[in-house]
C-alpha cells in the first residue's frame, strides 16, 4: 500500500516520531544527546516552529509540535539531515541514520494536546531510564524537566504547556505534576502514537457501536482527531498543498520544470545533468532545487539524481538560500 501524502499547514499540531534505522542507537552520549537536542531548538526557532513535549531516548525521539510559516517537512529536513551528518562524521560512520520516513501525525488540540504531553514526557519511566518522577523532574534529556523549570530551553514554549493547567505559574505547574503522576499506571497507549478512526475513537467497540446506531465517523490514518476535524484538515489539504501528488504526477512535474527552465535558459538538460558548473548551471540548479523541494515535497536524494549532482550538494544548496 502506498505511503499517504503527510498533511501539514502552518498552525498545525504534530505528534513527530523519529526511530534510528532498523531501530538501532541515535545517539550514543551526551555529547550526541546535546548536539541533537540544540539542532532541534536552534532549527525550531529559525522555522518558527513551537515545541510543547519532547524527548530524546536512545534509538528514537517524540516530538510535539506546531507547524511554522516553512512548514514541517523543512524543518524536519533541516533538523534530521544535519544532525545526521554531524553524528557520522563525529563517529566516523556511514549511511542513513534515521528510519526514511520520520512518522508524524497531526493530532485535535482540545482532545489530545494535555494527553499527549503526558505521554511524550513519561518515556524515560515507562522505559526505566529514570526510577521515578522526582528522578523525571531534573532529566535533561526530556521536556518534562524544561516544564518544571529545572533546566532551561528557550525553544521550548513551557509557557503555553502551563496555560492549559492554571493561569499563575505557581498552581500550574503543581497541577501539571500531578496529572503527570495519574498517568504514571496507564503504560503505553497506542491511542497516541497513531492516527485512525479505531485511535481516534478510543478502540475497535467504540467503531463497533457508533456502526450499529448508524453514526459514521470519517478516519485517516495521517489524523488523531474526530470525523469532523478528519474531514475539514483533508479538505484543506486537499486546497492547499501543492506537492501532495501520486509519484507519477510528481515526476511530470519534475520533469517539466527542469525543461521549462532549460529551455528558459537555453541550456540542454543533459547539460544540467553533467556535473559541469559552468554559468549559469549552478543557479540553475539552485533555483530548480528550491523550487522541487520546498513545493513539490521532493526528496534531496531524488532531486540529486534528477539535477545530476550529490545529496551533500543539494543540502548545501538549501542551506546557502536564504528562503529555506
Given at each position: 500500500m502506498p505511503r499517504g501524502a503527510r498533511l501539514d499547514a502552518p498552525g498545525t499540531l504534530h505528534h513527530v516520531i523519529v526511530r534510528g534505522i532498523?531501530?538501532?542507537k541515535i545517539v550514543d552520549d551526551d555529547n550526541d544527546r546535546e548536539n541533537f537536542i540544540s539542532r532541534m531548538g536552534e532549527i525550531a526557532i529559525d522555522t518558527d516552529i513551537a515545541i510543547y513535549a519532547w524527548v530524546l531516548m536512545t534509538n528514537h525521539a517524540h516530538i510535539l509540535l506546531r507547524s511554522g510559516k516553512t512548514g514541517l517537512p523543512t524543518f524536519m529536513r533541516r533538523f534530521l539531515s544535519g544532525y545526521a551528518t554531524s553524528y557520522n562524521r563525529r563517529h566516523k560512520r556511514y549511511g542513513h541514520l534515521f528510519q526514511n520516513r520520520y512518522k508524524s501525525i497531526i493530532c485535535e488540540e482540545d482532545t489530545y494536546f494535555k494527553e499527549l504531553v503526558r505521554y511524550i514526557h513519561l518515556n524515560p519511566l515507562r522505559a526505566v531510564i529514570v526510577e521515578s518522577l522526582q528522578k523525571l523532574d531534573n532529566y535533561k534529556w526530556c521536556g518534562h524537566s524544561v516544564v518544571m523549570n529545572r533546566w532551561k530551553k528557550d525553544w521550548h514554549d513551557r509557557d503555553y504547556v502551563l496555560k492549559w493547567f492554571g493561569?499563575?505559574?505557581?498552581?500550574?505547574?503543581?497541577?501539571y505534576r500531578a496529572f503527570v503522576k495519574k498517568g504514571i499506571g496507564q503504560g503505553r497507549r497506542l491511542d497516541l502514537t497513531g492516527g485512525g478512526l479505531i485511535r481516534s475513537m478510543g478502540g475497535w467497540s467504540v467503531?463497533?457501536?457508533?456502526?450499529?446506531?448508524?453514526?459514521?465517523e470519517k478516519g485517516?490514518?495521517?489524523?488523531l482527531g474526530s470525523g469532523e476535524f478528519v474531514s475539514e484538515l483533508v479538505n484543506q489539504?486537499?486546497?492547499?498543498?501543492?506537492y501532495q501528488l501520486p509519484a507519477k504526477d510528481?515526476?511530470?512535474c519534475i520533469k517539466g520544470e527542469i525543461a521549462k527552465l532549460?529551455?528558459?535558459?537555453?541550456?540542454?538538460?543533459?547539460?544540467?545533468?553533467?556535473?559541469s558548473r559552468r554559468r549559469p548551471l549552478p543557479n540553475?540548479?539552485?533555483e530548480l532545487t528550491v523550487k522541487l523541494v520546498n513545493e513539490y515535497g521532493v526528496s534531496l536524494a531524488e532531486t540529486a539524481r534528477q539535477l545530476g549532482v550529490s545529496t551533500s550538494g543539494i543540502s548545501q544548496l538549501l542551506r546557502r538560500n536564504k528562503n529555506v
Open positions: 532498523e531501530r538501532r493561569k499563575k505559574e505557581g498552581e500550574a505547574k503543581k497541577s467503531v463497533k457501536a457508533l456502526r450499529k446506531s448508524g453514526v459514521k485517516d490514518a495521517r489524523i489539504a486537499e486546497e492547499k498543498v501543492k510528481l515526476q511530470k532549460c529551455k528558459q535558459e537555453k541550456i540542454k538538460v543533459s547539460m544540467l545533468r553533467s556535473g540553475i540548479r539552485k
